[in-house]
């Protein structure tokens, strides 16, 4: 009897844990930069291995007719840890166009650590599951993840998230 007890509770165990979810994000199971590739608002493609290997990375998941979007641009262009320790990558799934005038209106071709793409292949929003935007993803200079924020982020967390 006790060996149909002990039997039934390993059978009970094993099978609840086979029934749990897995809950981490794609971007926790793997913590390296992922690959990617974006139109840039000259419809040429860039990718992650464009990026230069000794900086951190910041990618920013925007809209360009997005309020919050516009103020969390602001507020990074304002932290001089960013352009000195690190590549912005702004990616957005609207429409190119949408990009240009975005990037025009900002004048972003004055920050050459600033790059814009369009996610045409769809790769963001399955990997990153963003709630809403702006979405701060921050990786390391071994380009390992260090931490994700949605909505938009105060400077100081933005300065923490770029500490070596």
């Known amino acids: ?9 390993l059978l009970v165990a094993g099978f609840s844990s086979i029934a749990q979810k897995d809950t981490l994000q794609p971007y926790e199971k793997n913590r390296n930069l992922p690959d990617f590739s974006l139109l840039n608002v000259d419809s040429i493609v860039f990718t992650n291995k464009t990026l230069a290997a000794d900086k951190n ?63 045409y292949k769809g790769f963001c ?9 702006p979405v701060l993803v921050f990786y390391d200079k071994k380009k390992q993840f260090v931490s994700i924020h949605q909505g938009n982020a105060e400077k100081q967390l933005i300065i923490d998230a770029l500490k070596d």
């Open 1 to 9: 009897m006790k060996k149909i007890i002990v039997l039934s509770l």
């Open 125 to 133: 929003i399955p990997f990153y599951k963003p709630h809403s935007v």
């Open 57 to 119: 990375i910041i990618l920013m998941l925007f809209n360009p007719d997005c309020d919050h979007c516009q103020k969390q641009l602001d507020d990074l262009l304002s932290i001089g840890d960013v352009a000195r320790k690190a590549e912005l990558v702004m990616i957005s799934v609207v429409p190119l166009k949408f990009n240009r005038e975005f990037y025009q209106k900002n004048k972003l071709e004055k920050y050459s650590y600033i790059h814009l793409g369009q996610d």
